[in-house]
């Protein structure tokens, strides 16, 4: 379980931290609270013993998504995000610059949750979000890159094509019953891990509960 820390500022995340004592190892901590906190909040987690899920994804020309990987190796993050579509050049990249010592691991997004065929076919993908995620994790894999986020509905086919050994994160996850505010592609945990998942992202459903630890 990775925690998503969706907050604009560091002091309500680390409140929520706080609140769940030790139990949770992952905090994933996103464009918001990054832009808002950098750096120190990264650092101020790992201090306290917990692994960072850097959620960036990051996308734009090579070099500067590689000289983004080495700021996050400096930070301390243990997985960091960039999104497939940004292509082979990116991608690679990317993975020659986490080969450095303490670097984190990769994560390539595929499609992401909020997004179905009728997102996609608005961008020009006539796929369905299944063939375009694996097409994107196959390149991915072909870079270098052996960690890849997707739906629920996609990590069945991506364990067969990529083995046991890749990791593969599934936000998007909700109790049975709960809200899915903007998340189209969504599924429980007990169905998320029985097929094929290696870490859950879990947002809302804990960060704004009335008793997170419930």
Known sequence: LAVALDFSDARQALDLVDSLGDT??????????????????????????????LDLKLHDIPNTVASAVRTATAA????????ASGGAAMMTAAAQ????????????????????????????????????????????????IDGMVCSSEEVASLRTELGPEALLVIPGIRPAGAALNDQKRIATPESAIAAGASLLVVGRPITRADNPMT
């Open 24 to 53: 949770c190892q992952w905090f994933k901590v996103g464009m918001e609270l990054y832009y808002a906190a950098g750096n120190p909040l990264i650092e101020d987690l790992r201090n306290r013993g917990f692994d960072v899920f």
């Open 76 to 83: 301390g993050a243990s997985l960091l995000t960039l999104h």
């Open 97 to 144: 610059a986490a080969t450095a010592p303490g670097s984190p691991r990769l994560l390539a997004v595929t499609v992401l949750t909020s997004m179905d065929a009728t997102e996609l076919t608005g961008i020009g993908i006539t796929d369905t979000p299944a063939a375009q995620a694996l097409r994107l994790a196959k390149l991915a894999r072909s870079c270098g």
